[in-house]
């Protein structure tokens, strides 16, 4: 299916809302401008149309020239929800680093994670990252590039398949409740019993060389 302006714009909406539906006020007071290329991108926001680049998503760092702008590709922020239940989502991952963000730096560290919640949630992330093996973890890999990515890569699974990351992780799924203020599990839960179906498992490989980075 060739997604549309409509589509488009679902889409970006709904990455937008995902991840804050659990908070009662919050604004992206961080974010000015939401830009979506036509295709993937590079690093630097640059775009020559070509494909070449690999970028899907980006989040402008603080103080540089793109701060307060966030950008995806098209195809892949369409992608991201046409597949539930892989764990993989653009649009998701980028405006979670925008909830990351809310406290003014991006560090794996959510700005709404309660005060109490940081350190048990930042020597969880510490331990995950230094025992992690190259292709042992069910978590896609480039979580375990930084603790912003980390945050990041863990809130796809967690939107995207809460009961697979309760089961396998219920340490960090009770962690991203506490960051998110909002249960996916139950909410999936809930869904089931409304009669909507469950997720189809499938699997859809990431692109090699996916990128999120977040300018220094
Ligand atoms: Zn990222």
């Known amino acids: 299916m060739v997604p549309t302006p409509t589509h488009i714009r679902r889409n970006r909406i709904a990455s937008a809302a995902i991840p804050v539906l659990g908070f009662s ?11 979506v290329y036509p295709r ?24 540089g020239a793109f701060n307060r702008v966030l950008a995806l590709s098209r195809g892949d922020l369409f ?5 539930p239940g892989d764990k993989a989502n653009v649009g998701i991952h980028e405006f979670a ?13 959510p700005a709404a994670m309660p005060r109490e919640a940081i350190r048990p949630w930042l020597e969880l992330m ?24 980390f945050f990041a890569v863990l809130s796809e699974y967690f939107f995207e398949s809460p009961d697979g990351l309760a089961e ?10 506490k960051a ?14 409304a009669g909507a179906a469950p997720p189809r498992r499938r699997q859809i490989r990431r692109r090699a060389g996916r990128a999120h980075r977040i300018p220094t």
Request: charge should be negative; hydrophobic fraction near 30%.
């Open 126 to 149: 510490h331990r995950e990252l230094r025992r992690h093996v190259r292709g042992r973890s069910d978590i896609p890999e480039y979580a375990f590039t930084n603790e912003q990515e």
């Open 97 to 109: 680093h925008l909830v990351d963000k809310g406290d003014g730096a991006v560090d794996g560290i």
């Open 25 to 35: 006020d919050w604004e992206y007071d961080m974010l000015d401008e939401v830009l």
């Open 40 to 63: 993937t991108f590079d690093g630097s926001f640059g775009y020559d149309g070509t494909g070449r680049a690999e970028t899907e998503g980006l989040v402008g760092g603080t103080g």
């Open 79 to 83: 992608r991201g929800f046409r597949g």
């Open 168 to 177: 396998n992780h219920p340490a960090l799924h009770e962690m991203l409740c």
């Open 180 to 193: 998110f203020r909002q249960d996916t599990l139950r909410r999936l839960r809930a869904a089931h019993r």
